[in-house]
């Protein structure tokens, strides 16, 4: 293996740059060097003169800004495909999204969702996510040709999936995953659970207990979402949902929950006492009507809270951009004041804090020496955010996933003055009309109407 | 003058026509013709050929959609030069915004942040708007030589102005610009009174008296806004906010109320009941913690509501698309399920309903005979939105302002293929540059600190 000093040097220079550190560090004029997957320097100014002999390559980056690149922390990639679908329609997961995830869902039509959910997503910005769905082993493989970071998270469930006959044939495709990916740089296996009432206590305990052997596989859940699930908690173990996933074993610190809105005061506690960390999704959880995740709350408590945007039939898109004014809106709605969450905490979500819900916080979350270099270039000369007195505030509400110029994951451009490297937009765009046109058959049977 | 016959005849073919009717008639593929500055002809398939010796320009739109322009239902337009400033602080009206303004807004600051909000419209694919402000003659000035179609609101209240020392000046200012915009095809003179507490019952009856003078001059208020309204209202006057403008005499058919918060049942059956007609600041009244407007309650009253941006002091962009979401989104979360607010009503709200808002229904709002070429083209190609499985739920929950290619007012393109035509956006930025530093020095005065 080459020593670092042989890979090469990338300096951005004329920077606006954001490192996100605890003290929120803004350098108005600033810098970056990159050396091979790592950041070796970051300040205010012009970029020092390297050791003697060393050669770099010098990008100019004209003022736009340069941030940690975006983290989604909880999403079902191939679901770009439906987007758009059963919209307005109440009591959807049942008698829509899993027989049509029944009737569509093969390795193939995964591939050809995760590649256009990859080119989505490095358009806007995101550089790492947290995904769980079925064949979750194609997933993986799609990321890694993306050249993206992410929790890859093989779903388990006691109703019929599109890949697993029963729970044992479940844990099998983990196992494979985790053997896929052990020891990959940018892909980690994760295991998920697919929610407290869609598998019970006795499948959570073996989830469980499959953890407790896999300390450092992190675990995905959908958890405190629905107010059917209370209603099942209650009806079938006397309990809320959460104690159901507390009962089993599973209520710890490789847990991420993603959703959380319907927590009693004590659960909040109890989460925060566990080490628990959760997975905001704002937008999904109003278009449900579902209500207002107590983020606030979560955050005092220190409980780690990362932005996501759920699958795309639900929250219609994979752009973070589009969570940002939704996260902070609805909790100053919840509050009855403009002060809760201001717009630099959203900010803060989207990247550092959202890096340490899915445990990647001292890899990756901020512009700071050693960590990989993940991140992002975004111009601030679009009509709609001049003039930027607060870039905070613009990024917030202003900014939109198209101001995204550039992505670096790993040292390594995804994407360059907007056009994807990694993979080959046409064809992807091509291959999603066409299982697009094989699915229409599919959607006519399914309610006897074009949905 | 010459004859309709003497115009050129412009018709777009290849397209996705959303006609925004009665009956929401779309086109998968179909046309759309333009003479002067009528829509003369649409329909599926291929456009029919002309009649003998008559020519055309034909423009193949290769698939894009076609709908009609966006109308932003309550605005104003100069604060785009404030955008971002006085985030997070609460009673910042009187604390902050009114004194920046008297400090700051000036006949040449307002043409240099109206400009930069013509552009930015234009580029979301707002086509007419409804904007309140201080010296609103020079923003009527910039949307014409903008080609933009628009109310413009000679605001008038009590507190000191930028632009009056009196009440009696500034009822001079609004003969003044009904005067200037007479007759004028695009511009359309309006009174506006800022709110009942800013104005009091005295000058509302004033403006009532005025406005039966002139019963075709719309009236714009900001009604039912704010908890402090609320208390204004019980403490001077012993009622609520509504029966303050209601005594006044201004309750009627011809204005336009902003915002509608706090409206008890009464009051919403009396709005409706006196033909008022309401512009929904979804994302400002959000900013503000204010809570959400009851916009399916007023429309179930067969009251037409229109979206609107507010000030982008407030809202921070005069982007329609940022709105979408957050419309849909906080009907559903009041509602508490997925049903309220279908995408395709959103869709109505910011055309056809917003037109009536305006009192412009007639003339514009959808793509049908007989009505101004008032008109966007939007691309459905880019991988953030596809597939498009339900295009209104497309534009709702997935596109973007930059997806708008081109935008046409009254037959004349103001955008192709993104390219504002009717202003220099170079020099508009260097302006907006120029005056912001020119603000630098007052913000640091006004709090202390840097905003």
Redesign the interface.
Known sequence: MPSREDHPVITLHDARVLVVDAAFTEHARGWLRVQGTLIVGVGAGDPPPLPDGQSEQRIDVGGDLLMPGLVNSHCHLPM??????G????D?LFRYVLPLERRCITPDTVRTGTE?AA??SI??GVTTLADMYWFERTIGEVLDAAGLRGLVGQTLATFQTPDQGSIDEGFALVDELVERFAGHPRITASIAPHAPYSTGIEVMQRVADWHAAHPDIPVQLHLAEMVSETEWAAREHGCRPVETVDRAGLLGPGLIAAHCLFLTEAERDLLAERDVRVAHNA?SN???????APVEALRARGIPVGIATDGPMS?????LF?QF??V???Q??A??????M??REVIRMATLEGAAVLGLDRCIGSLEVGKQADLIRIRL?D????????VY??LV??S???DVRDAMVAGRWLMRDRQVLTLE?PR??AD??Q??RAFGAE?IRLDGET?
Do not use: H, Y
């Open positions: 770009t495909l439906f987007r758009g679908l919209e307005d329609v109440d959807r256009l080119i989505e358009r806007a937008r109003a278009k449900a009507g579902r209500g207002i929250g219609n898109t994979l752009d589009a004014g939704p902070a809106m609805f100053k709605l509050g009855g004041s403009r002060a809760p201001p717009a000369d009509p709609r955010v001049q003039p930027v007195w607060d505030a613009t509400f202003a939109a996933a198209c937009t992807v765009l999603v009309a299982v697009a959607m949905p």
